[in-house]
């Protein structure tokens, strides 16, 4: 990193810390304890006093619906998904934790040291040592991979606290270190309502990108109320965190979120509805943030950020209610990342791809450091096969010969953003933002107010699109950005002289210290050997 960045970086996550300290004061909203009869249940030793549980796993089983389980600082090497298999591993419902009652809340006493961990017993905590990592159970001659906590159709389960590390990826739905799981690949919703807030998910360990870990934070299948707020993601081969499949239902707001050195620091498929990401950090990710439409993967498709009901959001005060607000998009410039599948196509130094969405709003985003575009909006091509019945036309797509079927982005919102600092790779194209249209008669993308000084392309976007969805007889490839953009995923061959960086060695980076930590654990939970009043004892 030049040191001018170097010093840029710090600048902006001296500030975003202190925004961090600002909110560290504020629990998050989560149902009250209505009376002393609620279960509280206590896992490992706090301030002395030995708990009830020496696994969380242990207490998950033990819990009826209502009650909090307590975690003690300490490496939890919990593994229900080794001793008790699921019978079918096709849709992800294992975990080393594994939760299916619904309305139990799960709190760490200490974010930083109350950790759950993938690797194996009597290894050190989150260790990187090939021999100490753990693969999962086997099947068909094949390790299957390992999930973290998983909460498996289970409504309004809140997590808060605590790290969790190293579970890893396998030849099943894996990988994940915090799951809320409706059913993946099922094209249906299983839960409804979900929280999490102060977490953090990492991996120490790459052997190779099958066995990486792939999401931080995960839900997919899932509907609203939903929120995480003060996450922190990284060292995943596809996103640090992850909202998908939830058919314009999601109704979830992130804030506060932290995601670094990932392929993606957001990727979110198929997702619509009401999504408010704001006052986050996407910074030394490939791709800092990637939302798309596909056919094949975490169905029904498309990507649709129009409110349900044909709703006006409070925020846009228009039908969109997909929202991107007041966060900062800085330096997603690293190859040097895990990275596997669709995600590998990313964009290297770019801060936000929207792929094939509709009806989304971006606005009031600080984009800065990034080395290819600050932005990118632009079609997401599928050539795999249509899953649960799904049509390409029938899905909002357009099939074109070569590439599959294409969902161009349309009637997308881009408002009010600051850009600056971006395109440095020098590639022709490469500057704030860039648009590409494949198809005629598709309704406008709109860019209103934004700040770029390193331009845009094609040229004059603001001028040439200022009013969201206006059919466009024709199409708009941005010229040489068509190009580019193919040859930076991954999708074509370079035009001569382009560069983009490629991967040397991948590089796994520690979480950092001192991440802000619940400031009271024991608010909201009915007194018990570890509170008393609302205050830790």
Not at 18 to 29: I, L, N, P, Y
Not at 198 to 212: E, I, K, N, P, Q
Not at 266 to 273: E, F, W
Request: net charge neutral; proline share 6%.
């Amino acid at each position: 990193m030049h040191q001018s960045t170097a010093k840029r970086l710090i600048s902006i996550m001296t500030a975003f810390c202190m925004s961090f300290g600002t909110m560290a004061v504020v629990s998050t909203a989560l149902p009250a304890a209505a009376a002393s009869s609620v279960q509280v249940l206590t896992v490992g030793t706090f301030h002395g006093k030995k708990g009830t549980y020496t696994s969380i796993q242990a207490a998950v089983n033990a819990a009826k619906p209502g009650a909090w389980i307590l975690i003690a600082p300490g490496d939890y090497k919990e593994s229900a998904d080794l001793s008790n298999p699921p019978a079918s591993f096709d849709h992800g419902d294992f975990g080393g934790v594994l939760i299916t009652t619904s309305n139990l809340h799960l709190v760490g006493m200490n974010r930083n040291t109350v950790i759950v961990d993938g690797t194996k017993p009597g290894s050190p905590t989150c260790s990187s040592v090939p021999a100490d990592q753990q693969y999962g159970n086997v099947v068909n001659g094949q390790a299957t991979g390992r999930n973290g906590i998983t909460v498996w159709k289970a409504n309004n389960v809140s997590i808060q606290n605590l790290t969790v590390c190293n579970f890893l990826s396998g030849s099943q739905e894996s990988g994940n270190q915090i799951y809320w799981n409706g059913g993946s690949d099922s094209a249906k919703i299983g839960m409804k309502g979900y929280s999490g807030s102060y977490l953090s998910a990492t991996s120490t360990y790459f052997g190779a990108d099958g066995t990486a870990g792939t999401y931080g934070i995960f839900s997919s299948d899932a509907a609203g109320p939903a929120s995480w707020n003060q996450i922190y993601g990284s060292n995943m081969n596809d996103a640090g965190m992850y909202v998908g499949a939830c058919q314009q239902q999601c109704n979830v707001t992130i804030s506060h979120a932290w995601m670094e050195y990932s392929a993606l620091g957001y990727s979110g498929t198929n997702s619509g509805g009401a999504i408010v990401i704001k006052n986050s950090m996407f910074d030394n990710n490939k791709d800092g943030f990637d939302t798309n439409t596909q056919i094949n993967g975490d169905p029904p498709a498309p990507q649709n950020g129009a409110c349900p009901h044909n709703g006006i959001s409070p925020i846009t005060h228009t039908h969109s209610c997909w929202v991107v607000m007041n966060n900062t998009f800085a330096d997603n410039n690293n190859p040097n990342v895990p990275q596997a599948g669709n995600a590998a196509q990313g964009p290297v130094g770019t801060g936000m791809t929207l792929s094939g969405g509709e009806n989304d709003t971006v606005m009031n985003n600080t984009f800065t450091g990034n080395n290819a575009w600050g932005l990118l909006v632009i079609p997401y091509p599928d050539s795999s096969a249509p899953e649960y019945n799904q049509s390409c036309t029938g899905t909002g797509g357009v099939e074109v010969s070569g590439l599959g079927c294409v969902y161009d982005a349309k009637n997308n919102r881009v408002v009010g953003n600051h850009f600056s600092k971006n395109g440095s790779f020098g590639n022709v194209s490469n500057g704030d933002y860039g648009q590409i249209v494949l198809n005629a008669n598709q309704p406008s993308n709109c860019y209103v107010n934004n700040i770029a000084p390193n331009g845009t392309a094609p040229a004059n976007l603001e001028q040439l699109y200022p009013k969201c969805g206006v059919i466009q007889k024709t199409a708009n490839t941005g010229g040489a950005l068509f190009g580019q953009v193919l040859c930076d995923t991954g999708f074509s061959s370079c035009p001569a002289g382009s560069n983009y960086p490629q991967t040397t060695k991948v590089v796994m980076h520690p979480l950092p210290k001192n991440l802000p930590t619940l400031a009271n654990p024991c608010s909201k939970v009915p007194s018990n050997a570890w509170c008393k009043n609302g205050q830790p004892i």
